[in-house]
């Protein structure tokens, strides 16, 4: 009965420190969080479309106010029917910013 106990012991002191290091694990990998850095730097995604409905989402890194790099990125892109309309005023159509 005692080696029974012992074990279950045991048993529960692993379950808990296993827990608590992927609890720590899963806290300090969390996305969606805001890109650190100073004001005048950040990152943000948009969809380009051209002008046969094909739209791929960019990333878009600023630096002071101004466009420093565009990459696509892999995978988020889309074909539009011919009748499609872009639900998007124009102007944010166009700008990146």
Partial sequence: MKKILKFIIILIII?????????????SQITGSSVQGSNDSYIYT???????NY?????????????VKIEP???AVVQFSEN??????????????
């Fill in 73 to 75: 990125i892999t995978g």
């Fill in 15 to 27: 379950l808990v420190l296993a827990l608590a290091i992927f609890t720590f694990f899963l806290k």
């Fill in 84 to 97: 499609w309309t872009d639900p998007r005023q124009e102007n944010q159509k166009q700008e990146l910013c």
């Fill in 55 to 67: 739209c791929a989402d960019h990333e878009i890194t600023y630096e002071n106010n101004e466009v």
């Fill in 46 to 52: 948009k969809a380009i479309c051209n002008e046969s």
